[in-house]
């Protein structure tokens, strides 16, 4: 979740860190925060809100307005720590007006410890205010070290966890001297995940950075070097990126980069060069991120899945799976969180139906948690968009643990996950700003079906026509969303009769239910309506209850040996006053148009590869629904874009 952003280098510090900010907004966050070091000593600007809240408390200060006149109070500046060490703002404006500083470090929080407010916001400072710490994660034993701290004579302002650990290294520091040893001993001291930037004002060419559990990066710059949480934040200053491991620190002047292992020692990283376009992460016209990614689904469909179709066969050369050891396998357990779990149910079905395998799907949050029965005979699939999804990434740590072997479906070359895993298959979705996952979504069930595609070749569990003719309707997915997005506005008109629902429902059977749970959860976070996706069939077990005259039911019936049984479950909740969008095949049109008040339809094709195109018009009504509300598309409340707390 939060976001952490860090620069040493001659260029003002300020614009910088608060670009790279902006970069990550999508991680979500409730309150923001710079701390500058200049001439020796530390400035803090910081408050809860949007990031336009920490931008116009710095443009007060750079306006003349100075300290009390830029309504950050206090809590802003720790004037009642280390009065010598740290300045008020109109002591740090420099000669041409502007906030001074070369080195600083900057962060977006979203609360975990304590509320939402400008004394529990980054960054945190000792209690001299010589020491200014920035930290993702969750330190769990912060309140044994806050006791002792306390003991020590430490003052703490904020409720947060954090701001143990600004005072951990100031005392680590006050021992022996060595900055760089008091974050190494402290980095020892913490149970929990951190990534964390930090600055000294006796170190005025130094900068910090340490991770466990939660992801940091450092680019490499001439005479300029940063640190992130992640690339798009600094990949218009450099794409050349080190990954940080677990437990590493690393130490960055303006020149050089040191990173040690938990151990002490020096250690040489191979340097990641990003290929990603910088305009890949802006909006490029669009109103909304989440429209540009939509309509960016036939381009990197293509990308994930072109190249790996060579000959008319699957070439999967990231994947190192046989066909003896899938003869060997008893079971494939496919584990992730949110849309990406949707799309393993998808995959699921990919696998049992082409490869006949027996494949189980778990909730990473669960799955650690229930003692699963795994070992050696299992393989298991995790999927992340981000490839930093704690939940995931610690499932993915137990299955290896108890034996089982991994790959993992990620888009972000270099990710822990990816890293940790056995086999990666990498999805071409290019950065995703808008928090809601679309086009990820779209490349996750392309991969998945790759890779069912790859297993029912290895196994020969599908004839050679059959497997074929799959293979060249995959290539025809991107043209049929080109073709759904050209006639969006239908969809669009649709959702201006009826955004002022108050709830409303998915159904679906087979492949189609798997889909309609994502169709659900892409409405209810970013419109905030109300929604649930139900099994077509269960309907008359419960749910039909809450049918009544306006009711609003999306049904989804792209498989056609389920088709007429969905027109059963429309005539259903049509006799008690629904209102049904129905999204079918181009060759059902007709007959759905007979039941449902509005009908969407894809280019026909074939029932497995539906679901990469059926969610898109899905995507789409979520979409309009919520610009229609008023609602924040790109960043709906209480959502954040990579989940890297439990």
Known sequence: MCGIVGYIGEKKAVPILMNGLKKLEYRGYDSAGVALLDEGRISVVKCKGRLSALEERLDMINSGRGHEDCGCGSSAVYPERGRGSVRRHDELIDSAGYLGGRIGIGHTRWATHGEPNDINSHPHLSNSGKIAVVHNGIIENYMKLKKFLVSQGCCFLSDTDTEVVAHLVEHYYDQCGDLVAAVMETVDQLEGSYALGVICNDYPDTLIAARKDSPLIVGLGKGENYIASDIPAILEHTRDIYILEDKDVAVLTRDTIMIYDNYGTLVQKEVFHVDWDVEAAEKSGYEHFMMKEMCEEPKVIKETVGSRIKGGRIVLDSISITPEYLENIDKIFIVACGTAYHAGVVGKRLIENLARIPVETDVASE???????????????????????????????????????????????????????????????????????????????????????????????????????????????????????????????????????????????GLDYALSMEGSLKLKEISYIHSEAYAGGEMKHGTIALIESGTLVVCSMTQESLFEKMISNIREVKARGAVVMAITQQKHADDAAKVADMVVTIPDIDPLLAPIAAVTPMQLFAYYMAVLKGCDVDKPRNLAKSVTVE
């Open 367 to 509: 799955f650690r948690y229930r003692d699963p029965i795994i070992n050696d005979k299992n393989l298991v699939i995790i999927i992340s968009q981000s490839g930093e999804t704690i939940d995931t990434l610690f499932a993915l740590r137990e299955a290896k643990k108890r034996g089982a072997r991994v790959l993992s479906i990620v888009n972000v070359i270099g990710s822990s996950i990816a890293r940790e895993s056995d086999d990666v298959l990498y999805t071409w979705a290019g950065p995703e700003i808008a928090v809601a996952s679309t086009k990820a979504y779209n490349t996750q069930l392309a991969a998945l079906t790759l890779v069912a595609l790859d297993f029912a070749y290895k196994l020969g569990s599908l004839d050679t026509a059959r497997l074929n003719s799959i293979i060249e309707e995959l290539k025809t997915v991107p043209d049929s969303i080109e073709q759904i997005l050209y006639h969006r506005e239908e969809i669009q008109k649709f959702a201006a009769k009826h955004y002022n629902a108050k709830s409303i429902f998915f159904i679906g059977r």
